[in-house]
């Protein structure tokens, strides 16, 4: 499936994101889920974001991302730098 690798039984998704406006697009994590469903909903949430924005910034991208997991119930992202923001 595209955007969801199986590591070590769970389902971690990633897509290609920009640091910065300009900047060198690197894959990113959105993170690693336990079953199926919800990484599938992870990836369409992200891939709707990526096709009214055209371009993926990794800070915008992750706070979003992080407000979705909170919904579903799971933590905030580490590698995220709004996930402090996130706590309060």
Same mark, same amino acid.
Do not use: C
């Given at each position: ?39 599938? &909903? ?15 910034? /990794? ?11 909170? &919904? ?12 402090? /923001?996130?706590?309060?």
């Amino acid at each position: 499936m595209k955007n969801i690798k199986i590591v070590e039984g769970s389902y971690q998704v990633s897509f290609s994101m920009k640091n910065k406006r300009h900047g060198r697009s690197r894959s990113t994590s959105v993170g690693t889920y336990g079953n199926i469903k919800d990484a599938i &909903e992870i990836r369409d949430f992200v891939t709707d974001l990526k096709s009214k924005s055209k371009i993926l910034i /990794k800070y915008n991208t992750l706070k979003l991302v992080n407000e979705k997991r909170k &919904e579903m119930g799971y933590h905030p992202l580490r590698n995220s730098q709004s996930s402090n /923001k996130l706590n309060v």
